[in-house]
């Protein structure tokens, strides 16, 4: 059975919406973009990255000298990793760039990483192989004073070794993951599982593997059935997903599903905000709406969406200013760069999750769709938008229409783990 997703304004006059076969068959990541064809480019010009062209609108959102690891959004359910990197900011190997390190994280979500986390595994699902993942992550640690990670890599059939082919575009995507669920949470256990064929395969194998816990750095934008929902369904298992990183209307799975936990995003500066010392706002590329065609959860009582309402719950993600996260990666940029989209806040949350401790009771995002005393452990974002709409909680920050929610950042971030 064949099913579209409508793209909402602004972008649907701009993009055509196709669709793929159900039930996840058809889930065969695309390559990302080979390493130095992000040149930086004005805003209002259109540029090209890989085979795919990056529009004036896109560029503008993102903050011009902004472009996306794994090419231009692409709406034929085609899985795609939603990194994006800082163009102006070239690559070096000393670690002197304007970018967020596990520290300001801590700080920012009052999270006590120093004392939990041990023990919990954290599986990250993303397509090929980064080579030099282990090695990196190695040098990320160290030059942020945390302990040798316990990590492992494995292919998606549960195999330490036969990975798939090389990609520079998802290896980026791969070294931010690992980081940033470092960042956050220094003492878990991290799992990198890498498809090279069927990301849904590689996600149930995550849980074989015996995690708790599964981050997505990635979306099928435009094809509400083109992820098996049973390859998320899972018992005991918190599964979160990337809202997307070009605005308002933009739904996809997996983040859309009932299962999984829906990540917008953020801006997230240092300053300000009182005794919390940090100012946050909605950023307006994060991913939201009403994900036409995907049936909505029991646990969800919104009034004017009828289907599945993104997001659930936020953390950091723009990459630009001065709320883009420091990230080593020598496979694909060379270096020490700066990197940003709804692909670093879900491994962020997701270590949040592990340093919480009870993944195994929680039921995807229903806690933060449930009005109890969890909610004043959530920092409401209280300004911001990704676009225009109606009703403007779709789109807009959680001081609108429908109590706190807001769309682009859900109920709000961490404040400590009380709401995980």
């Not at 983040?255 to 005794?275: D, E």
Request: net charge negative.
């Amino acid at each position: 059975m064949k099913k579209l997703l409508k793209i909402a304004a602004p972008l649907a006059a701009a993009l055509a919406v196709a669709s793929c076969s159900s039930g996840g068959s058809s889930n065969v990541p695309a390559a990302g973009v080979p390493a130095g064809t992000h040149a930086a480019v004005p805003t209002g010009q259109s540029v090209v990255v890989g085979q795919q062209l990056v529009s004036p609108h896109l560029r503008q959102l993102w903050g011009g000298n902004v472009a996306p690891a794994c090419g231009a959004p692409r709406f034929d359910g085609t899985p795609q990793c939603l990194a994006l990197v800082r163009t102006d900011i070239p690559a070096r190997m000393t670690p002197l760039v304007s970018g967020l390190g596990p520290a300001d994280i801590q700080s920012a979500y009052n999270l006590p990483s120093a004392q939990k986390g041990n023990g919990q595994i954290v599986a990250i699902v993303d397509a090929f192989d980064n080579p030099n993942v282990a090695s990196d992550l190695a040098t990320y640690r160290q030059q942020f004073g945390l302990p040798p990670a316990n990590f492992k890599k494995f292919n998606q059939y549960g195999e330490q070794g036969n990975y798939p082919p090389g990609d520079t575009g998802w290896g980026v995507e791969i070294d931010l993951d690992v980081e940033a669920v470092s960042a956050a949470c220094p003492k878990c256990t991290i799992y990198l599982i890498e498809s090279g064929g069927d990301l849904d395969v590689a996600e149930k194998e995550a849980v074989t593997l015996g995690a708790h816990i599964v981050s997505n750095s990635w979306i099928s934008y435009g094809c509400p059935s083109c992820d098996d929902p049973s390859a998320f369904a899972a018992p005991g298992v918190v599964y979160l997903a990337g809202s997307g990183d070009i605005g308002y209307g933009s739904p996809g799975t997996p983040m859309a599903l009932a299962n999984v936990v829906a990540v917008g995003g953020t801006t997230l500066h240092k300053g300000g905000g009182g005794k919390r010392g940090w100012t946050e706002t909605a950023w307006d590329g994060s991913g939201s709406g009403c994900a036409t065609g995907v049936a909505k959860p029991s646990w969800q009582h919104d009034p004017n969406c009828t289907y599945r309402m993104t997001a659930d719950v936020a953390a950091d993600a723009d990459p630009s200013g001065g709320s883009g996260f420091a990230e080593y990666d020598t496979y694909g940029y060379g270096g020490w760069f700066v990197e940003g989209g709804t692909s670093l806040a879900t491994p962020l949350l997701a270590g949040v999750y592990a340093l919480a401790g009870d993944a195994a009771s929680q039921n995807a995002g229903q806690a933060f769709w449930q009005k109890t005393a969890k909610t004043r452990h959530l920092y409401v974002v209280k300004s911001g938008n990704n676009g225009s709409c109606s009703p403007s909680y779709f789109c807009t920050d959680g001081t609108h229409e429908y109590k706190s929610y807001g769309g682009p950042d859900g109920w709000g971030t961490p404040h400590g783990l009380g709401a995980f």
